[in-house]
Structures are given as C-alpha cells and as structure tokens.
C-alpha cells in the first residue's frame, strides 16, 4: 500500500540542556532529558584548568549547546566570592559557541546532601537541583 499523499511534518524536538553547579575545587554536572522536564545527575568534575574542555565533552556526549550555570550569590543579592568565576566561566562558553543561562541558586548542595545524604557525587545532584529550578521555569 502507498502512502504517497501522506505527509507529515517531520521536526527536532530534543531540548537538552547541561547543568552546572560551579564550585572551587569541583563542578557538579547534569543533564535533561530530551524533553527539557527532567535533570538528572551526570558526572563530579574536578575544576583544574581542563574544565572546560571536559564540560564541553559532556554537551557534546549530550547533544546539546544549552547549559544553565548556578549563580551563586548571598542571601542579600550581592556577589559572593565565587561569582566572579562563575561569571568568566560563563563567558568562556559563550565565547566558543555556548548559549549559556544564569540560575539563580542558593546552598544547592547542602539541599541535595539534605535530600540524599553525603555521597561522592553529591555535586552532580546540586546541579540537577539547580537545572530542574531553570527547567520547571520555562515549562510554567
């Protein structure tokens, strides 16, 4: 039997996105699933200075281009200590290519240890935290 007057429209619906959760001494990562509702834990990376080569193997592994980034503040706004290099980081993906969104986020990994209790990659957890925050915003 032929369809030849069937058609359809045939489109890309994977939405996935990279979650960060930057830290000092590591970085949390998760990933989305391709809908863009769901962030799940991925990997606990040590921040040297191949971080962004490993994150950008990650998206790449992800298929995506799109990675929310925790922005770490203190409870009145104001920049804490590590702002500053979430924010160079930021634009270090930006400059290669990246489209890159800031989440506000406070104490994510004490509320993923909170929920979870200490693990070795309890970092990768903070990042879905903050990634599901970015995710369910977008779906409202």
Do not use: C, W
Not at 16 to 37: F, H, Q
Not at 75 to 82: E, L, P, R, T, V
């Amino acid at each position: 039997m032929a369809f030849s007057n069937f058609s359809y429209i045939q489109y890309n619906s994977r939405m996935r996105y990279l979650g960060i959760d930057y830290g000092s001494k590591r970085v949390g990562v998760a990933v989305s699933d391709e809908s863009a509702k769901f962030a799940l834990p991925l990997a606990v990376i040590a921040n040297t200075e191949n971080l962004l080569l490993e994150v950008e193997r990650l998206a790449k592994e992800n298929d995506t281009r799109k990675i929310v980034i925790g922005e770490s503040r203190k409870y009145d706004m104001s920049a804490n200590k590590i702002l500053p290099e979430i924010m160079d980081f930021k634009d270090r993906l930006d400059k290669r290519g990246y489209k890159t969104y800031l989440e506000l986020e406070f104490m994510t990994s004490e509320q993923a240890e909170r929920l979870q209790g200490k693990h070795d990659k309890i970092d990768a957890s903070a990042a879905a935290l903050i990634l599901q925050s970015f995710l369910d915003k977008q779906s409202s």
